[in-house]
């Protein structure tokens, strides 16, 4: 995978957790700079460290796929973008517990906004991808996107939410025919 592709997946990839930090940033009255490393730091990392258990994973039965290596990608690619295409056009409103920013809250939201990184991680072993650039991209822009859309979030509310995962969603999904597409003719 390109350097050009790696960066554009990691900005998909942090769709989920800039739409959760726009509803944060939405339900907290006065932010502070604990709220902006709360969010950025749990939802930079759970990116970063989801992709390494999935690439883990995907290493360990690397061997077995390798000949359809291309449309294990191509499919949970395609999956994770399709679920996020289908939960952006979900009307959904910020949820009550929005402004919490306490341990055992952040947890549960970086594991869930950073299920979709596991199965990236997955098929980054399949593409031989150098995982620690990997890694630092997808966890430095997440941080960066979190941190931007609580601030936007505070001043503009949610209006971005629902695009932000839709645009995130059709971006994997591209991304998956082009390495399919790769595989197959070049």
Request: glycine letters at 8%.
């Amino acid at each position: 995978m390109d350097i050009l592709s790696l960066i554009i997946l990691s900005f998909a990839l942090a769709a989920d957790a800039f739409a959760v930090s726009l509803c944060k940033g939405f339900s907290v009255k006065e932010l502070k700079l604990k709220h902006y490393l709360i969010v950025g730091l749990y939802f930079g990392g759970f990116q970063a460290l989801m992709p390494a258990i999935g690439y883990i994973l995907g290493s360990s039965f690397g061997s077995f796929v390798e000949k359809i290596d291309h449309w294990v990608t191509f499919v949970l690619l395609s999956i994770i973008g399709g679920k996020m295409i289908k939960e952006s056009l979900e009307k959904d409103h910020c949820k009550e517990n929005s402004n919490l920013f306490d341990f055992k809250t952040m947890i549960a939201l970086g594991v869930a906004t950073s299920i979709d990184a596991l199965a990236v991680g997955v098929s980054f072993a399949f593409l031989k991808v150098n995982l620690l650039i990997a890694l630092l991209s997808i966890g430095l822009i997440t941080f960066i996107m979190c941190v931007l859309a609580l601030k936007i979030g505070n001043k503009f509310g949610t209006y971005l939410k629902n695009k932000a995962e839709f645009i995130g969603g059709a971006i994997l999904i591209i991304l998956a025919i082009k390495i399919l597409l790769e595989h197959l003719y070049f």
